[in-house]
Each structure stands twice: as structure tokens, then as C-alpha cells.
Nanobody, 116 residues
């Protein structure tokens, strides 16, 4: 089973940038899609950005134009570049791998805190 490990979270001021990384123990192309989700305190987990095996991407409306998901197949790593960060982006960010015939995989999460 693929294991996912996120890194790159931290504390940043509003307007700043962070890049999250999700390292997979196996091929990221074995998944139908790789994605980033986030969960703020007291809120449900929500999709932030997603990239399919074929390379199509989609984003939550709240991050369009500010966040970019990308991948490096040679490194089995998915990235989330986050620019123009806002305090409302504060959350634990999780990497996800989605499969047609198997349960999804989740990383342990990485905390992103944006100060105003």
C-alpha cells in the first residue's frame, strides 16, 4: 500500500507563500488522482486541489489563482504551491491518493498557519 508523507507546512504571514510536498512510497500514477485537502478547527475536511492521472487539475474556488498543484513522477511527489496566503487558509493540509478499486490513502497532515 502506498504511504504518503507531507512536509513543508509552517507559520507564515498573510501574503506570504509556502510549498507543500507529498512524497509517495510508490508511483503516484497508480492512483486515479492525487489531491490536497485541508481541515480547519471545527470545520469539515475540504478539497483544495486535485490532479488526475491524465494531468487535469481542479481547485476549490477559494484558492483559484493563488494555489497550484503539480507533480514530479520521477520523485513520486506532489506539490502544492500556495501564494498570497490568507488567515483563512490556516488548517491542517492532507495529501490524498484516490483509487478506483481500493480505499483512498491519506498522509498524516501538515499544519499551515497564516498570521494576520
Amino acid at each position: 500500500q502506498v504511504q504518503l508523507v507531507e512536509s513543508g507546512g509552517g507559520l507564515v504571514q498573510a501574503g506570504g507563500s509556502l510549498r507543500l510536498s507529498c512524497a509517495a512510497s510508490g508511483s503516484i500514477f497508480s492512483a486515479n488522482a492525487m489531491g490536497w485537502y485541508r481541515q480547519a478547527p471545527g470545520k469539515q475536511r475540504e478539497m483544495v486541489a486535485r490532479i488526475t492521472r491524465g494531468g487535469s487539475t481542479n481547485y476549490a474556488d477559494s484558492v483559484k489563482g493563488r494555489f497550484t498543484i503539480s507533480r514530479d513522477g520521477a520523485k513520486n511527489t506532489v506539490y502544492l504551491q500556495m501564494n498570497s496566503l490568507k488567515p483563512e487558509d490556516t488548517a491542517v493540509y492532507y495529501c490524498n491518493a484516490a483509487y478506483t478499486d481500493d480505499s483512498p490513502r491519506w498522509g498524516q497532515g501538515t499544519q499551515v498557519t497564516v498570521s494576520s
